[in-house]
């Protein structure tokens, strides 16, 4: 009985393989013809800006209170974030030295960011939070966390409180824009 199953199933199989390679035909064409739409209708300019920015790598990243800053990719941690290098205008000293993360939080009239002090993976233990703003010759650092478990809550603008975890304690900090200069 098993050889007319498997007589019966290969016929089947004959029979219908053309119908599943035409199905399959249609459906390639299909996504092409829609992908050929899609291009027709991008904005043109939007092509232009990543020609640009891809050749020279920087891309536009945030922008507050006239502090303008762009990144650049330089690593990517195993399971972690993807580190960049910044650069700011008006120009800050450092900024694009060190290695900063993709949080940007507006405080004030400049950003709090994260930056690393490497990119050494078995070095990520800790990390910097750090204020930048227009006339700061350097980021002024505000803490170093650790990089488990953190969280940060805007109360405002001008108030921030970040959140983490160390040796089983639950630490708070409050980021006033009043103290910062």
Do not use: C
């Not at 120009?91 to 004030?108: E, R």
């Not at 405002?156 to 630490?171: A, F, S, Y």
């Amino acid at each position: 009985m098993s050889t007319f199953y498997k007589k019966a199933w290969q016929v089947l199989f004959v029979i219908f393989y053309p119908f599943i390679t035409l199905f399959s035909l249609l459906f390639i064409g299909l996504v092409s013809v829609i992908s050929a739409i899609s291009k027709l209708f991008a904005p043109a300019a939007a092509n232009t800006e990543t020609t640009e920015s891809a050749t020279d790598g920087w891309q536009p990243f945030t922008s507050h209170h006239g502090l303008y800053l762009s990144r650049k990719a330089v690593h990517e941690v195993q399971f972690g974030p993807v580190l960049y290098n910044y650069r700011s205008s008006p120009a800050i000293k450092d900024m694009q030295h060190s290695y900063w993360s993709d949080f940007a939080v507006p405080m004030g009239e400049g950003f709090i960011l994260q930056r690393w002090p490497t990119i050494a993976e078995h070095e990520l233990e800790q990390f910097e939070l750090v204020y930048v703003k227009p006339g700061l010759d350097s980021p002024l650092l505000i803490a170093t966390m650790p990089t488990f478990y953190w969280e940060v809550k805007e109360h405002d603008h001008d108030r921030v409180e970040v959140i983490w975890k160390e040796d089983e304690q639950e630490k708070r900090l409050m980021v006033d824009a009043d103290q910062l200069p």
